[in-house]
């Protein structure tokens, strides 16, 4: 039974727990607790941890702690959908906690996996039981008792993987989305995988992907993660300095904590990042430069003579658009006629993403730097990439605002009252109030058999979603359409834009449209290809 590890044991524990979601990832996506086709968890959770095995294949005999940070810092880039942002903080933390160390036992890997769960439920606003967080906090108790009966690495592992097998078959109680579907939270079974994939590795069994087409990943890139807050102060301040000293950082949080607000200060072994609002934008610098050199400074509104060592505009020139205007939209939809209708409206940036096809924060991070503004406001259009995008703004100089658009039609909704005159303040507030006007409607198609709410469902069904709930289920989408259409015409809608999918002729969403004309006769009625996969029809009413 082995006691401890080195950093080349993690390395390939990662890449087996990689090999082995990789491998399960179908079975997590068919954990759908709703039955249309937007089961992701497995492809998420894969794409995320295989970012890191990539990074880590290229790390010859790495120390631990090297190890766990290429790790943390490639998934933290190309992190997706919620659960693999939740995956990357968790492996975020035990990165963490692995710092100084040349080797891990029983006591410090309990102690990492607690980091790891302390991370992910920070960054989750409004944590539920019976998800993945569930399963991770139970497991690492679990892990924490039995290090202290037996130091053995090996055997906190199992322990950990007993008790997170024994959490994830109860999440099927606790959660009553899941109980209504009688299937167990895919998070949760997805680090189950993993973990029992470190411990194959731990016991030189190490999980291999079969061949095939290679995981796509981003080249990665070292940072951490923060939040910034609204500007209050005349200057809106951010440098990093690369560490030269063993001057403490939480010193320098002190002194900037009285000269303004907004501070974020985030550290590790090489580098202070700071994003703080002051009016005295040179007593932060001045302070600053006492714990190392500077890399780079921004202040907004502030002319300030740099010194040698501060990265110039023109070295960020290649991979950061220089702000030519204060404001700036990121938008995130799939489909040619939806993009279309972004670009006009007036977004900079569309990424191609959506429902199972979630962009990482890799791709929104590309995108938001493209953008020749200083701050940038990211509608992700999909409740699975908000979390992928509310990491963007600790990895660019940028300000980025996300605003929580759950469907496409709220992302237009949101644009039509965008003013780039306007303050950051007034548009963050005026979008996001914006995204509870507008009611969304959807029609796809059943995964597999289901009987869910109430319906009986079968594979190949159509499906209508009235906002996140499933409004009915018929072989005929005109019944759908009618059904809907009456819905529309009670609520009194007076605007109703339906966006025809990529698998729709023009001549038969035209009869959708004429369906909605005929019932609801004084709303206003439009008609857009917007070339959407999965959905036949996205339709708004305001």
Known sequence: MRQTINGADLRRMIISAAASIEIHKQALNELNVFPVPDGDTGTNMSMTINSAAADLRKTEDPGLYEASKVAASAMLRGARGNSGV????????????????????GVLWAQALQEGVDAAYKAVMKPAEGTILTVARLAAAKAWDASQENN???????????????????????????????????GGKGWVIALEAMLCALRGEDVVAPEGEPVQVKESADFSDFNTEDITFSYCTEFIISRENDKDPEELRAFLNGLGDSLVLVDDDEIIKVHVHTNDPGAALHEAVNYGSFVTVKIENMRLQHTEKVMTEQELAPKIAEPEKPLGVVSVCAGDGLKDVFLNLGVDQVISGGQTMNPSTQD??????????????????????????QQVDALTPKTVVVIPSKTVPQGVTAMLSFNPEGSVEE????????????????????????????????????????GSQLFGTSQ??????????????????????????????????????????????????NLLSGGQPVYYYLISAE
């Open 86 to 105: 939740i995956l990357s903080l968790l492996f975020r933390g035990i990165s963490r906690k692995l710092k100084g160390a040349d080797s891990c036992d």
């Open 152 to 186: 053995f690495l090996e055997y906190v592992q199992e322990a950990a993987i007993t008790e997170a097998k024994a959490a994830l078959a109860d999440t099927v109680n606790q959660n009553p989305v899941l109980k209504k579907a009688g299937v167990v939270d895919a």
């Open 364 to 389: 929104i991070l590309e995108a938001v730097n493209k953008v020749p503004a200083e701050t940038v406001y990211v509608l992700p259009n999909n409740k699975n990439i908000i979390m992928a995008a």
């Open 427 to 466: 548009n963050t507030q005026t979008l996001t109030e914006a995204l509870g006007t507008v009611d969304t409607m959807q029609i796809t198609y059943a995964a597999r058999n289901s009987d869910f709410d109430g319906y009986d469902i079968h594979e190949g069904d159509y499906l209508a979603l009235y």
């Open 476 to 525: 005929d989408v005109k019944v759908l359409l009618r059904s809907l259409a009456e819905k529309v015409r009670d609520d009194g809608r007076e605007y109703i834009t339906i966006y025809y999918g990529a698998d729709v002729k023009e001549k038969h969403a035209q009869k959708a449209a004429d369906i909605f004309a005929d019932i609801c006769p004084d709303a206003d009625v």
